[in-house]
């Protein structure tokens, strides 16, 4: 998948993540993102953020009144932040919607 996006044109940059004592991870990259993203703001021409957290409602906010937001994808329409709701406005959509474009099938061949 790595692979596909960065062929694609996409730079990724992958974070450190903790191991914690319950065998589960913990990566912060929240401010690390929203740091980067106005950091970079005049490399990219629009920006596509997929999150259901409000704490990137300043980004999102941000990024809309620069004319800078493609389009906040939300995975739930019924689970994310009423933050974000406000910040993208009509620039929101979620995955559900949107399955049917994103989603991989594989046709075998007879």
């Given at each position: 998948?790595?692979?596909?996006?960065?062929?694609?044109?996409?730079?990724?940059?992958?974070?450190?993540?903790?191991?914690?004592?319950?065998?589960?991870?913990?990566?912060?990259?929240?401010?690390?993102?929203?740091l980067?993203?106005?950091?970079?703001?005049?490399?990219?021409?629009?920006?596509?953020?997929?999150?259901?957290?409000?704490?990137?409602?300043?980004?999102?906010?941000?990024?809309?009144?620069?004319?800078?937001?493609?389009?906040?994808?939300?995975?739930?329409l019924?689970?994310?932040?009423?933050?974000?709701?406000?910040?993208?406005?009509?620039?929101?959509?979620?995955?559900?919607?949107?399955?049917?474009k994103?989603?991989?099938?594989?046709?075998?061949?007879?």
């Amino acid at each position: 998948m790595y692979s596909f996006f960065q062929d694609a044109g996409y730079h990724l940059i992958f974070k450190p993540v903790l191991s914690l004592r319950n065998w589960t991870t913990k990566g912060n990259v929240d401010a690390e993102l929203v740091l980067q993203a106005i950091v970079d703001i005049d490399k990219y021409d629009k920006a596509l953020i997929i999150t259901w957290d409000g704490d990137f409602s300043c980004l999102i906010k941000h990024l809309y009144q620069c004319n800078k937001l493609l389009m906040l994808i939300v995975p739930n329409l019924k689970a994310y932040s009423v933050f974000l709701k406000k910040a993208a406005k009509e620039k929101i959509d979620n995955l559900t919607n949107l399955r049917w474009k994103l989603e991989y099938i594989h046709k075998q061949q007879n």
